[in-house]
Every structure is written in structure tokens, then in C-alpha cells.
């Protein structure tokens, strides 16, 4: 699936994107103490590139960018260095997430309406991790059209691999390790049915809301104690359309030591 060439309508001249990046992540699959939000990729920070493929949208498109930083309470000073150091003014706040990422974005939807401009009901907004540094143009171009359009969508690409649902009662929560690890302490899960490849997206970041379903998503959620770790889940949840829209196989998220190299490399690609 290719991303559609997208030609972002001015007709009129104040466009605004507010923008939520979740940034806590501790980094325990990429084996390192320290966030993975700092880990260097071709020498400039993950948060960091996040923050610069906005500024570049930023600058190409003309869109005023607002946004909000959440990340972990020993983080805030650091988010805070690193936006000046990479001179990116867009970021107005950066605040402290909570236990959850549901609970994290609910903190980045709370700081929007206290900045000097809140957004009105119908703006976009954005909730993109702040480890996917990968994003390109054209990804971020198509879901701020899609901003425009429609109440709620998602940057998605068609799903790859075969997906088999397993059996719930075989489930065992050590069945990977034991599988990596070849102890054979565990059996392994049984197969249930294999899931129809053509109808399966891989969703990413961003996710995109207008303001106003933002809030309703939110309050609604956390009224009738709905959670999920997609914030998309939660408009499905409550019975509200959630748009696909076509991105990059190369939006990756860095979780793991390869997702680094795999960035490392992308990055010397787009070099040559």
C-alpha cells in the first residue's frame, strides 16, 4: 500500500495541530538504565528526531504546531534541555505522565486546554510516541488531512505476516521466554484459527482526534472504566468510526536493540 500524495488544503491561513507525545518509556527491552527517549540514533536523541520530523512538517506545511511533552517526573528537566538544544519552540508544556499510558495521554489532554491558545473543538490533534522517530512527511501530511476530515483516525499499514489467533486456555505469560530460552518448562500455545490477512492493519502513530472527541473519548473512558493501550481502541469502544490511513512501513517505534539498528541503517540509506 502506497501513502497517498497529499496536497494539505489552505484555504484558510490559521491551521493549528496540537500535538501529545507520550516520552516515558524506560527502556527495559533495549537493555539500557537509562529512557530510551535519550538513546542516541545516528548521534541525535530518539525524542529528539521526533521533534524535528514535526518541525520540519511544521515548516513545509505552514501548520502552527502546539505541543505538549508527558514523560516521567525525573524526565521533565531533560525534555525541557532537549528542546532548546535542538532549538524546537513548539513544545509549550511538559508534564508528568501517570501509571499507564492511557493515564499519560489523559495528562497531555488536560495540559492542552490550559495553554495560552486551547484548541478549538474541531482542530486536530495528534498523540504520537515519542519513540517513533521515524516518521516521514508524507505519513504526517496524510493524518493531519485526515485531521481536517475526520472526528478520529490512525497512521496504519496493511498487515505483513500471517497472524494465528491461539487458544486462550494454552496461553502461558512464559511461553516466549521459554521459547528463547529452549527449557521447555512450559508448553508452548496451540493454535485456534488463523486470522484473515487482508482484513489486518498494523496501527501506528500518529492517532488522531478532533479535540472535542478527544475529550468525550477521554471522559467517557475513564467514566465507564474502559482501558486499552491504543488510544484509537478507546473511540471503538464507545461505538465511534476510527479511520485507516496509509503510512510508512518505515514509521517504526524504537523498542528494541533492533529497532535501533534497523533505524541506524534507514538513516544512512536516506544519506546515500
Do not use: W
Not at 497529499?6 to 484558510?12: A, V, W
Not at 513548539?90 to 489523559?106: M, Y
Not at 510516541?129 to 483516525?153: E, F, K, N, P
Amino acid at each position: 500500500m502506497q501513502i497517498p500524495k497529499i496536497t494539505i488544503p489552505f484555504d484558510k491561513l490559521d491551521r493549528h495541530l496540537y500535538l501529545i507525545i507520550p516520552a516515558a518509556g524506560i527502556g527495559s527491552r533495549m537493555g539500557i538504565s537509562d529512557s530510551k527517549q535519550f538513546l542516541k540514533i545516528d548521534g541525535v536523541p530518539v525524542l529528539a528526531r521526533t521533534l524535528l520530523a514535526f518541525l520540519e512538517f511544521s515548516g513545509k506545511s505552514g501548520v502552527t504546531i502546539h505541543a505538549v511533552i508527558v514523560t516521567g517526573a525525573e524526565n521533565i528537566s531533560r525534555a525541557r534541555d532537549l528542546a532548546e538544544e535542538y532549538k524546537i519552540g513548539f513544545v509549550e508544556k511538559i508534564v508528568e505522565g501517570g501509571a499507564t499510558r492511557q493515564d499519560s495521554v489523559a495528562c497531555g489532554i488536560a495540559a492542552l486546554s490550559s495553554m495560552d491558545r486551547a484548541p478549538e473543538p474541531s482542530e486536530p490533534v495528534f498523540i504520537h510516541d515519542g519513540a517513533r522517530c521515524m516518521v516521514d512527511q508524507q505519513t504526517l501530511a496524510a493524518c493531519y488531512a485526515a485531521g481536517i476530515s475526520y472526528d478520529v483516525s490512525v497512521a496504519a499499514t496493511p498487515c505483513k505476516n500471517t497472524i494465528k489467533m491461539a487458544k486462550a486456555e494454552n496461553l502461558s505469560v512464559n511461553s516466549s521466554e521459554t521459547a528463547s530460552s529452549g527449557s521447555g518448562s512450559s508448553a508452548p500455545a496451540v493454535v485456534d484459527h488463523t486470522l484473515d490477512r487482508s482484513t489486518l492493519y498494523e496501527v501506528q502513530t500518529p492517532q488522531v482526534f478532533h479535540y472535542e472527541t478527544l475529550l468525550l473519548v477521554s471522559n467517557k473512558a475513564k467514566e465507564k472504566g474502559i482501558t486499552a493501550t491504543d488510544d484509537t481502541a478507546l473511540a471503538e469502544a464507545l461505538g465511534i468510526t476510527v479511520h485507516l490511513i496509509p503510512c510508512s512501513y518505515g514509521n517504526i517505534k524504537i523498542t528494541t536493540p533492533e529497532d535501533a539498528a534497523l533505524a541506524e541503517f534507514m538513516l544512512k540509506s536516506r544519506k546515500h
